[in-house]
């Protein structure tokens, strides 16, 4: 019943727009600061990886995320000190607009999580919260952006294109 409501309600479309524009300027502004500021993720990475999410056993609880960390992400340092700060900002761009709002969405959650195995809370649990309810409602959560047209080009070229792989 709820998710019929996020899905399909106008109401809810509203209320979608809302929490969208609130995310999506929070991801603009955080990665349009590292654009701008520059940015550089090695102290973050190398302080995760030195100090690791621990349980009440004292024992580390994503050694595989350190592991990821410190063998790919530490390294390719450069790579990340690109993708986070673009990756923030198109993720913004995306969700104001409403524009790809689920794609956007889905990326923003990834980038929580990463925030989160990492060892920062911060203001990641709302924004998770927040992220599965436009996720969860999909086209709705888009449909007064870019989406209500973006959408049904997407749908009507895919759609063309698997009748001509067909025949």
Known sequence: MFNNFLRENKISAAILTIIRLYLGYAWFTAGFHKITGGFDASGFLANAVKNPVKGPDGNMVYSWYVNFLENFALPNIDIFNTIVPWGETLIGLGLMLGCL??????????MNFSFFLAGTVSHNPTDIFLGFIILTAGYNAGKFGLDYWVVPFINKTVGKNKAKSAA
């Open 101 to 110: 709002t689920t794609a956007a969405m889905f990326f923003g959650l990834v």
